[in-house]
């Protein structure tokens, strides 16, 4: 006798996520006119990564769904959520949207990568360094022909460029810069890389239809109460 497939739904943000038996993930949201989108999502180590979306169909009205996501438990399964078009893979300039079946299927290792100090790495047109303490920092030439910088951290496999720190005045220095670059052994401690802010705390996030908005779903239902 076969059994019925059970499904778990959760809420994050303006999501509803849907985890089905075997760890299958896709998220839906809604659009205008009663339509709704989803896609899939993968769990890398504490960081839920979401894909663009590949689906879209009839769906709940905006009042409807709305309900039916604040009905459901929030989504706790992962301290962090991040969008697939935010992040790199190492060695790829493309984003990982381009190249979802080799990380699903590959397994990217996620585990924090100790890594002994000093030293010094190559990550495109950036320069990643590991002082004695093992602190990550990162440098690049702006558009401005000065070197800037910031500390970097590794969250499940994936190297977070933090925000600019620092910026060095004295200009020119761009020709030496890369020149360094180039004798740099490339990046090879992490399969991932981003910018910290593309990392989202998912205790943080809350619907796109606040409490103050329930009064507009509610106006498209029955315009009669927009009226003066």
Request: positive net charge.
């Amino acid at each position: 006798m076969l059994t019925k497939e059970r499904n778990y739904n959760y809420r994050l943000g303006e999501f509803i996520l849907t985890e089905r038996e075997g760890g299958f993930l896709t998220w839906m949201t809604h659009m205008a006119f009663g339509c709704q989108r989803s896609g899939k999502c993968l769990i890398l180590g504490n960081v839920l990564i979401l894909f663009p979306w590949d689906g879209k169909e009839p769906g709940y009205l905006k009042l409807e769904f709305h309900m039916k996501q604040m009905s459901l438990p929030v989504w706790n399964s992962t301290k962090y959520y991040c969008f697939a078009s935010n992040l790199r893979q190492v060695g790829v300039e493309n984003s990982v949207t381009q190249h979802m079946g080799q990380i699903s299927f590959n397994k990217i290792e996620s585990a924090t990568v100790k890594i002994t100090g000093p030293s010094m790495f190559r990550l495109g047109r950036r320069k990643i360094s590991v002082n004695e303490n093992s602190v990550i920092s990162w440098q690049a030439i702006s558009e401005s022909n000065k070197i800037i910088g910031g500390i970097c951290t590794i969250e499940s496999g994936i190297l977070c460029l933090g925000c600019k720190e620092h910026e060095l005045l004295d200009e020119g220095q761009s020709r030496l810069f890369y020149t360094s670059l180039k004798v740099l052994p490339p990046w090879d401690k992490s399969s991932l890389w981003g910018h910290q802010e593309s990392l989202l705390i998912c205790k943080d996030s809350k619907p796109r239809n606040s409490s103050s908005n329930i009064w507009n779903c509610l106006t498209d239902y029955f315009p009669f109460l927009s009226t003066p």
